[in-house]
Every structure is written in structure tokens, then in C-alpha cells.
């Protein structure tokens, strides 16, 4: 692994901007001036110039009671009306907000006063149903415009969105309903994935079913349906509401309420280094601002003129960002998918960019590798010539990729920003800005303007260009998470107790390892924890060996992210079955194929192993905790590093012998 960094630090390829980049570019040298003189001021003209405030804020940032922060804290704005009504009373309600494109190929352009007029619709909706300011409302549906209608139409009214990803289970979409004790669910009938439609309704009533046992639990007073696949769906009478049916008895006439800069906007569910999901919660005027200030100056936004593509869905926090609040905050058109990349052929992607003309295009590098191996050929047929912006986030994007990027999808001339941030960050922390930044291949570079980040020692030290470390924020930003749902102090020691009393402390800790250069360039190196990032979205291990030990075949599970060519990394297990189920566990034709299911069935496709190892024993140190590293050595055909801690030392021998044997 240092061999490689050492060389990926060697990389001097450079792109300075072209002369005529530069000379339309939204962002300039300047902003990064104007931050570094005053940081706060930056924040406020910034907050000031990119939103409308119905009361205007006298605050900045309030950090007395760390880590627990406020931004424009006696402000008071609406999100939606940020999004929607204000660019239709400017003047805009004829630009498309979305092109959408669903699987089979049906469309739906929507205005953005047609955008306003269905998401007041659907605000009045909510209230008839019940949701007041700060209730919770879950929404599980696939990627189609009520996805986004239903976002903004909770935000309208100062509730609280937890948007679950469609490819979760109905259990992982039980434990998140619980959390955030969700009084209404949006879903659909299905959504179309692969040519077919997947369904999304039983996961909703099996997720509510089993809640039945705990009565007093029972959050859950209706669930809205989008009708989308056509297909069968079960039907609680009294609970569930056909959307296009509720939403015409809807009133059409909605007047946005300002709220309190701080009221919670979202709560958006990640995997951290325990079993339990963390609800990482974002407020609304200090998120907006970050977003927006971000997709305009990263992106190069021109309202006007460019047509955007972020691939996320809104499942992610990438979506909730860059497709949902930045974009629409900054009045951009933007194209939304509804499938997968190859259906129905492997160039959809590329053939939607040249029917819509997309000026910019925000991916991640797994799917940059996976068209890698297919080869130029299918991008090629297509006419991508509209594209003069490329972005990348989820993962460390490999300058191989980069490359192909930057030459068979960007023709040589695109810049590439390399954004770098998280859920917990709430927006891009950092990236080149096009038109001032020469890129370089790999590496995600610099902190946005306003924003100061360090690569520190375990102590806290900085350790200075060449060096390699931690990657930590080191004050407070606007975006910033303000909690974990209904647990804080899970947020004080999973991101600030390792640098709570250092020097200019406290710093918030990413979670990641990361380099600077000699240019101060930064280089991302992945995890540090026990979290894998499987195709830009983190699963934590502890998750996945849950599910594992809940089959009632097995002992015990240990599972590491595998280094992986496309998706970066893959889970692999490695389980122990029960004596009392060793018979049961032979007799299946494929064991390993079962378990792989089974995790898929668990917590959703996403996070079944590529890999599951049967073994006997796994390595464990005399106090009993697993030690990952020598597994994940054995994952990715290495020689087993230091094993003298272990408490017993044949055991790492006993499972490659093993694993030799079965493959
Ligand atoms: O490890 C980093 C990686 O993704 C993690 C955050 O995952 P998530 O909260 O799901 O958000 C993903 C989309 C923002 C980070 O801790 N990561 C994200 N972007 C990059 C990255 N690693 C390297 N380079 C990036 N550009």
C-alpha cells in the first residue's frame, strides 16, 4: 500500500485551466482571499447572497458549547420556498427543474412552477394528515419527481424527511422508522430497475407489520403510495392513500412559513463502526448554504444555460445535496434517471447525456470503472461534446480512471473535481474549484474556501506536507452535522473525543487517512475503521456480521472490505457454523451462496459478500477482539502480516490452509 501512495504522490500530471474556462468560471482566486481574511464574514455573504431570508440572521456561528454548533442561528428562512417559489416570483417558473427520465423510457419534463405548484399540493396534504413542524416522515421510494416533491413538501413545513434508500430491506427500513419514529410513509407500488419493476410496497408492510408487536411503538398513521410499476400491492385500508388520489383532493394554494435557521431539515441514516445505523441529522439554513454555495462554485453553475446530472440517488446523501437542495436552490435544470446504468443497453448513460445535452456531470468512480472495462466503444457512439464539467465523489478515484475520465467522457477538455465530504459533512469539504485549480489526476486537492481541514498525527500534531495520517476539520462549517438523532453522546465520541483536547481543538474526525503532498494537495486513503466503502456507500462491518450471526446456522462472523478492481472494495465473510447446524449447513447444495443471500435479503443487495469463507476458528487477540487486518490479508491474497498478538498463533494458519483448499 505505501509503495503505491508513494507513487501516487509522484503523479505529475497537472490540467491548468483553459484560458476559456477560466474566463467564464463561476469561482475565482478571490473567494479563497475573502475566506481566509474572514472566515464567518465569508459564511454570512455568502448565506446572504445565495438564500432568502424572511428574517434576516444578526448571527454567524455560535461554538460556546462544542460540539454542538448553530449557524445564522436568529435567522429564520423556508427551504423550499428557497428551492421553488422564489425563482418562479423572479421570474423562472418556465425553466425546466427536471428532465426526468424513468427505465422504459417514458419522460416527464417538470417547470419549476409546475415543481412549486405540486409540492404546495402535497405540503397541504401532509398537514391534512397530520404531520406538524418537527414530526418525521419517511420516505422510501424509487427515483422518480414525487421522490423530490416529497422531500421539499416536508421541508415546507418544517418537518423532518429520513429518506431510505429503495434497495434497503424491510428490516432496515423497520429499524430506521423506529428511530426517527416516523409518523407517515412515502412509497411507491414499485419502480423500474433492470428492465423490470421491483417492488417497494412489501417491504413497507412487512416493515409495519412486524412493528405490530410492539403496539405502543407504532408510529405509523398512514402510507402514501405513488403508483409507478403497476404492479399487485397489498392495501391496509384506513392506513394507506393513493398519492395521485389524495394529492388532487389536495388545496392548491400553499405560503411557505419561515423557520428557525436551526429547525432540523433531515435525518439521513449511515453506517458507523457499531451494528446500529447512526442518524446523522442536518438543520436547514446553514445546510443550505453550504450546498448551495458549493454546487455553484464546484460546478460552475449557470443557471441559464447548463443542464446538470448528478447519477446519485436520493437515497444518499449525495442525492439529498446535489440532487435535491443545492441544484434547486441555485434554480438549475437538471436531469433526473429513474434505472441502472445498462438497461437497457450499457451506453443509457452516455445516450441520456446527448439527449439532453448535460453540461455537467457529477458521478462516482466505480462507475467510471465498470464503463472502463467495457471499453471507449460505447461511449464513443454517443455525442457527449455538450459536457464541460466532470465530477467524482464517493471514493478515492484512481488517476487510471481519472485519465479515462478525463479523455474518453470529458474529450480532453473537461475539468474534473474530485470532491471529498460525507453524510456527517453535509456537503463538499473539498475540491478544486474549475477555472482556478490546475487538477491532478487522483488527488481530491484543496478545502473549499471557508472551510479548514488538516491531516494530523494521533496526537492531534500536523504532520506537515510529505506526511500521512488523519484527516480532521478543524472549525466548525455551515453544513456541518448537528447530531446523531436521540443520541448525543454517540456524536461527541464517535467524531470529537480522539481530538477533544489538542492544541486549536476540539477536531471533528473524518474516519479517513489521508496525505498531503508537497503542493498541500490532499490524498484520500480510505477508512480507517471498521467501515468499508462498497461503491461509494459505506457499510459498516459490525452491520453486516450481525445479520450474519442472526442466520440461525451461524456461530460467529467476521467480515472486512476486500480491496476490489470496479467497486473499490467487497465484503467478504468469514463464519463459523454451529456445531448443532453442521449437518443442516452440508446438506445445502451452496452454503456460501445461501449466506450471501441471506445478508443480501438482511440489509439490502448493496451489502452481500462477494466472498463467504466457512472456517473454524477466527483470529482473535488475547482480549477477544478480532483482529480484521490479518482477515483482510487473507481477502486480498497477502501474505499474513504480525500475528504475535494473537491468542492462538496456528489459527491464521489453519484458515489459509483452508482457504487454499476451497478455491
Ligand atoms: O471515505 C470517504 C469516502 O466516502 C466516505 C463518506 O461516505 P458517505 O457518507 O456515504 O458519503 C459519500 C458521498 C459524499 C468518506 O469518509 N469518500 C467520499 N468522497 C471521497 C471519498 N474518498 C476519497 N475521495 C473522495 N472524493
Not at 468560471?25 to 479563497?32: F, Q, R
Not at 429499524?175 to 412489501?202: F, H, N, Q
Not at 466532470?390 to 473535481?417: C, D, F, Q
Amino acid at each position: 500500500m505505501s509503495t503505491q501512495i508513494d507513487s501516487l504522490l509522484h503523479e505529475d500530471r497537472r490540467f491548468p485551466p483553459s484560458e476559456e474556462f477560466a474566463a467564464q468560471a463561476i469561482a475565482s482566486a478571490e473567494l479563497y482571499e475573502r475566506a481566509s481574511s474572514d472566515r464567518l464574514a465569508f459564511w454570512s455573504d455568502q448565506s446572504r447572497e445565495l438564500l432568502t431570508w424572511s428574517k434576516p440572521f444578526t448571527k454567524t456561528l455560535d461554538w460556546s458549547n462544542p460540539p454542538f454548533a448553530t449557524w445564522f442561528d436568529d435567522g429564520e428562512l423556508n427551504v423550499a420556498y428557497n428551492c421553488l417559489d422564489r425563482h418562479v416570483e423572479a421570474g423562472n417558473g418556465d425553466r425546466v427543474a427536471l428532465h426526468w427520465e424513468g427505465e422504459p423510457g417514458d419522460t416527464r419534463t417538470i417547470t419549476y412552477a409546475e415543481l412549486t405548484a405540486e409540492v404546495k399540493r402535497a405540503a397541504n396534504l401532509f398537514t391534512s394528515l397530520g404531520v406538524e413542524a418537527g414530526d418525521r416522515v419517511a420516505i422510501y421510494l424509487p427515483m422518480i419527481p414525487e421522490a423530490i416533491v416529497s422531500m421539499l413538501a416536508v421541508a415546507r413545513i418544517g418537518a423532518v424527511h429520513s429518506v431510505v434508500f429503495g434497495g434497503f430491506s424491510a428490516d432496515s427500513l423497520r429499524s430506521r422508522i423506529d428511530d426517527a419514529e416516523a409518523k407517515l410513509v412515502i412509497t411507491a407500488d414499485g419502480g423500474y430497475r433492470k428492465g423490470k419493476v421491483s417492488a417497494l410496497k412489501p417491504a413497507v408492510d412487512a416493515a409495519l407489520a412486524s412493528r405490530g408487536e410492539l403496539p405502543e411503538q407504532a408510529t405509523v398513521d398512514h402510507v402514501l403510495v405513488v403508483r409507478r410499476g403497476e404492479n399487485e400491492v397489498d392495501w391496509t385500508a384506513g392506513r394507506d392513500l393513493w398519492w395521485h388520489e389524495a394529492i388532487a383532493d389536495a388545496e392548491p394554494e400553499h405560503e411557505a412559513q419561515p423557520f428557525p435557521a436551526e429547525q432540523p431539515l433531515f435525518i439521513l441514516y449511515t453506517s458507523g463502526t457499531t451494528g446500529k445505523p447512526k442518524g446523522i441529522l442536518h438543520t436547514s439554513g446553514g445546510y443550505l448554504t453550504q450546498t448551495a454555495f458549493t454546487h455553484k462554485n464546484v460546478f460552475d453553475l449557470h443557471p441559464e444555460t447548463d443542464v446538470y446530472w448528478c447519477t446519485a440517488d436520493i437515497g444518499w446523501i449525495t442525492g439529498h445535496s446535489y440532487v435535491t437542495y443545492g441544484p434547486l436552490a441555485n434554480g438549475a435544470t437538471q436531469v433526473l434517471y429513474e434505472g441502472t446504468p445498462d438497461a437497457p443497453h450499457p451506453g443509457r448513460w452516455w445516450e441520456i447525456i446527448e439527449k439532453y445535452g448535460v453540461s455537467i456531470f457529477y458521478t462516482a468512480p466505480t462507475a467510471i470503472r465498470s464503463f472502463m472495462k467495457l471499453g471507449r466503444k460505447i461511449p464513443k457512439q454517443f455525442d457527449l461534446s455538450s459536457l464541460r464539467l466532470l465530477g467524482s465523489v464517493g471514493e478515492p478515484i484512481n488517476p487510471e480512471a481519472w485519465m479515462w475520465y478525463r479523455k474518453i467522457i470529458g474529450n480532453k477538455v473537461a475539468p474534473i473535481v474530485d470532491t471529498w465530504w460525507q453524510t456527517e459533512t453535509g456537503a463538499i469539504m473539498v475540491s478544486a474549484l474549475p477555472g482556478v485549480t490546475s487538477t491532478k489526476p487522483g488527488s481530491a486537492q484543496v478545502p473549499i474556501p471557508g472551510i479548514a481541514i488538516d491531516v494530523v498525527d494521533d496526537a492531534g500534531d500536523a504532520v506537515g506536507a510529505g506526511g500521512g495520517g488523519l484527516l480532521v476539520v478543524t472549525e466548525p462549517w455551515p453544513s456541518m452535522l448537528r447530531g446523531i438523532w436521540g443520541d448525543p453522546e454517540r456524536f461527541k465520541e464517535t467524531y470529537w473525543e480522539k481530538f477533544w483536547n489538542v492544541e486549536g481543538g476540539p477536531f471533528y474526525f473524518a474516519g479517513d487517512g489521508a496525505r498531503l503532498d508537497s503542493d498541500r494537495d490532499v490524498w484520500l486513503l480510505g477508512r480507517v475503521d471498521d467501515v468499508m466503502n462498497v461503491s461509494g456507500h459505506r457499510l459498516s462491518t459490525a452491520e453486516i456480521e450481525s445479520a450474519l450471526v442472526a442466520n440461525e446456522m451461524v456461530a460467529e462472523s467476521a467480515v472486512v472490505g476486500a480491496a476490489d478492481e470496479t467497486t473499490g472494495q467487497a465484503v467478504v465473510a468469514f463464519v463459523i457454523i454451529k456445531e448443532s447446524h453442521l449437518e443442516q449447513a452440508s446438506g445445502l447444495a451452496d452454503i456460501t451462496g445461501a449466506l450471501r443471500s441471506w445478508v443480501g435479503e438482511q440489509i439490502g443487495p448493496i451489502a452481500r459478500p462477494r466472498e463467504v469463507y466457512l472456517v473454524n476458528e477466527l483470529p482473535k487477540t488475547r482480549s477477544g477482539k478480532i483482529m480484521r487486518r490479518l482477515l483482510r490479508d487473507v481477502a486480498e491474497g497477502r501474505e499474513v502480516g504480525d500475528t504475535t498478538t494473537l491468542a492462538d498463533t496456528t489459527v491464521m494458519q489453519i484458515i489459509t490452509d483452508k482457504m487454499v483448499k476451497s478455491t
